[in-house]
């Protein structure tokens, strides 16, 4: 479960209550989230599923689902280890968007 903070200036935050991404009967670690048309895109993982999904939200508060997956472990990647996680995505100048992502680089 995460905890989620509010501000009216984006730099003094007041905690406030708990906020659940749930997905395939597990807890999401929400890690980015971005503006869209129509409301936001939170990006989260779960290091045992191995995978980053989003949920779309038209107020910021209730989260669905999206479907499909974001990005997903490659296990014969060499520079991916036993996990992906933490994503942070932005939109660039062109309207195509970079995520970046942490992995344990394998040995």
């Not at 007041?14 to 991404?21: A, I």
């Not at 890690?31 to 989260?44: D, E, I, L, Q, S």
């Not at 490659?74 to 991916?80: A, I, L, R, Y």
Request: aromatic share 14%.
């Amino acid at each position: 479960m995460q905890w989620y903070a509010t501000s009216l200036d984006g730099q003094a935050f007041s905690p406030q209550e708990k906020l659940s991404f749930l997905a395939d009967n597990s807890d999401y670690v929400a890690a980015n989230g971005v503006t869209t048309a129509g409301g936001f895109r939170m990006y989260a993982f779960a290091v045992p599923r191995k995978n980053i999904l989003s949920f779309f939200s038209a107020d910021g508060m209730n989260w669905v689902q999206e479907d499909g997956v974001r990005l997903q472990h490659d296990p014969n990647s060499t520079v991916e280890g036993s996990y992906i996680k933490d994503p942070a995505v932005l939109q660039l100048a062109d309207g195509s968007y970079l995520m970046v992502y942490v992995s344990r680089i394998p040995e």
